[in-house]
């Protein structure tokens, strides 16, 4: 178990654990409160909520209206001051408490903080990087370079094969493999990895590590751990199969990589989610064509025509992550992010705060309003009257559970508001502008 994490907010590694298991709580809501105290520490001449206030007024111990300042759910407020008041938990969340702190207590079983030396540096500089992370396996294996390799569950023989080759190939030069332990796709990926038997593979699962999906992939998990990979989760360790924790975890793959393959997917596969988290976050995107009457290529396709990077071979991958790669193993991480942005000039950009002022006050300010275009299709309208009426950011898992749209429908849509300035993403959550 790591526990070298320095306290944020007050709060100790337990702390944190224990408000993971809240009534409507989730890694977005706990990663602003993550972000607000973290940034807290590091100020010290903020003037946040009027032109009187000092750094001194600003709330440095978590109170109920600090916590609904930051958008949590009366009901889930009430509950944390319950339990940070008088450690009061109901006889579910003792239970996953329990459980918790004891499968903690196994060496390679790790709850990585943000502030825990090992929690991976890039993945720090995403938005909505999970507050903590549930780690089964070797730590090592975030210190390699790695990719990110996604597609489709249901693949034909030449994308599994294609995958497989590719992963073993990137594997014997070094790289990392990251993916989801899904079937199809991942499940190749990860299997090209440790027949290289040259660096560890990770897989990010969209479930919690006590309930690996899917079940049939449970001597792959086993292989993973074997060879000094290991297993990621943000999710407490009993969560079981949700469809809606898929998406979000895809955000995880691209931010721990220097860029994401996308080796066969349909129009409306979530891969495709993973490669626009990839551009978000400022790193490559590579897709692998296909052929042209395929269904299965055709989201590969649709990602080389909006200036994917084409993959021929694995050299194509390569010439791009290699100068990356070899610079995070030296001291120049600074010049690193700066060529990685210079790198992403054909996609668009996320817009990154400033300054620690930026970042806490980006947390509770409220939206402007712009037009809707008459354009906007269905799903695009539902969201932003989602938005309006809720009056607060919301992350892709609480709209897809307020719209009931589906995750590729989704993120078409999220993309179109985007594009025509309806919405804006701040943090990972997206907000009516």
Not at 155 to 166: F, K, P, S, V
């Given at each position: 178990?790591?526990?070298?994490?320095?306290?944020?907010?007050?709060?100790?590694?337990?702390?944190?654990?224990?408000?993971?298991f809240?009534?409507?709580?989730?890694?977005?809501r706990?990663s602003?409160?993550?972000?607000?105290?973290?940034?807290?520490?590091?100020?010290?001449e903020?003037?946040?909520?009027?032109?009187e206030?000092?750094?001194d007024?600003?709330?440095d111990?978590?109170?109920?209206?600090?916590?609904?300042?930051?958008?949590?759910?009366?009901?889930?407020?009430?509950?944390?001051?319950?339990?940070?008041?008088?450690?009061t938990?109901?006889?579910e969340?003792?239970?996953?408490?329990?459980v918790?702190?004891?499968w903690?207590?196994?060496?390679?079983?790790?709850l990585?903080?943000?502030?825990?030396?090992?929690?991976?540096?890039?993945l720090?500089?995403?938005?909505?990087a999970?507050?903590?992370?549930?780690?089964?396996?070797?730590?090592?294996s975030?210190?390699?370079?790695?990719?990110g390799?996604v597609g489709?569950r249901h693949?034909?023989?030449?994308?599994?094969?294609?995958?497989?080759?590719?992963a073993?190939?990137?594997?014997?030069?070094?790289?990392?493999?990251v993916?989801g332990?899904?079937?199809?796709?991942?499940?190749?990926?990860?299997?090209?990895?440790?027949e290289?038997?040259?660096t560890?593979?990770?897989a990010?699962?969209?479930?919690?590590?006590?309930?690996?999906?899917?079940?049939?992939?449970k001597?792959l998990?086993?292989?993973?751990?074997l060879?000094?990979?290991?297993?990621?989760?943000?999710?407490?360790?009993?969560t079981?199969?949700?469809p809606?924790?898929?998406?979000?975890?895809?955000?995880?793959?691209s931010?721990?990589?220097?860029?994401i393959?996308?080796?066969?997917?349909?129009?409306?596969?979530?891969?495709l989610?993973?490669?626009?988290?990839?551009?978000?976050?400022n790193?490559?995107?590579?897709?692998l064509?296909?052929r042209?009457?395929?269904?299965?290529?055709?989201?590969?396709?649709q990602?080389?025509?909006?200036?994917?990077i084409?993959?021929?071979?694995?050299?194509?991958?390569?010439?791009?992550i290699?100068?990356?790669?070899?610079?995070?193993?030296?001291n120049?991480?600074?010049?690193?992010?700066?060529?990685?942005?210079?790198?992403?000039s054909?996609?668009?950009?996320?817009?990154?705060?400033s300054?620690?002022?930026?970042?806490?006050?980006?947390?509770?300010?409220?939206?402007?309003?712009?037009?809707?275009?008459?354009?906007l299709?269905?799903?695009?309208?539902?969201i932003?009257?989602?938005?309006e009426?809720?009056?607060?950011?919301?992350?892709?898992?609480?709209?897809?559970?307020?719209?009931?749209?589906?995750?590729?429908?989704?993120?078409?849509?999220?993309?179109e508001?985007?594009?025509?300035?309806?919405?804006?993403?701040?943090?990972g959550?997206?907000?009516?502008?």
């Open positions: 178990m790591t526990t070298s994490s320095r306290l944020i907010g007050g709060l100790s590694q337990e702390n944190w654990l224990c408000l993971s809240l009534t409507g709580i989730g890694p977005s706990l602003r409160l993550f972000t607000y105290f973290d940034q807290l520490d590091q100020s010290h903020w003037d946040l909520f009027s032109d206030q000092t750094v007024d600003l709330p111990t978590i109170v109920y209206e600090l916590l609904r300042q930051l958008k949590w759910p009366e009901v889930t407020a009430r509950e944390a001051m319950a339990y940070l008041d008088h450690g938990l109901s006889e969340q003792t239970q996953k408490k329990q918790s702190l004891e903690l207590e196994a060496d390679a079983h790790h990585l903080l943000q502030s825990d030396p090992a929690y991976p540096s890039d720090k500089e995403i938005a909505v999970p507050a903590f992370l549930y780690v089964d396996g070797d730590l090592t975030f210190s390699y370079p790695k990719l390799i489709a693949c034909t023989g030449y994308g599994r094969e294609a995958t497989r080759q590719l073993s190939q990137l594997s014997h030069r070094g790289i990392a493999i993916s332990g899904a079937r199809g796709i991942d499940t190749a990926a990860h299997q090209g990895a440790l290289a038997q040259s560890p593979t990770i990010v699962m969209g479930t919690g590590l006590l309930n690996h999906y899917p079940k049939q992939n001597a998990f086993q292989d993973i751990l060879h000094g990979g290991c297993l990621v989760s943000e999710y407490p360790l009993m079981d199969v949700r809606h924790l898929f998406p979000p975890r895809n955000r995880i793959i931010g721990l990589s220097l860029g393959l996308v080796t066969e997917a349909s129009p409306k596969s979530g891969s989610i993973s490669a626009n988290y990839a551009v978000q976050q790193r490559d995107v590579f897709a064509p296909g042209v009457k395929d269904i299965q290529a055709e989201g590969c396709h990602l080389i025509r909006q200036g994917a084409l993959v021929r071979h694995v050299e194509d991958i390569l010439e791009e290699l100068p990356y790669s070899n610079e995070e193993t030296g120049n991480k600074k010049a690193l992010m700066v060529k990685k942005k210079a790198n992403v054909r996609e668009t950009s996320i817009k990154q705060p300054s620690n002022k930026e970042v806490v006050e980006s947390l509770i300010e409220e939206p402007k309003m712009n037009p809707l275009p008459l354009h299709s269905a799903s695009a309208r539902a932003v009257k989602v938005l009426v809720e009056a607060q950011a919301m992350d892709f898992d609480s709209l897809i559970r307020h719209t009931q749209i589906n995750a590729a429908s989704m993120m078409q849509a999220l993309m508001l985007e594009l025509s300035q309806c919405i804006e993403n701040k943090n959550a997206y907000m009516r502008c």
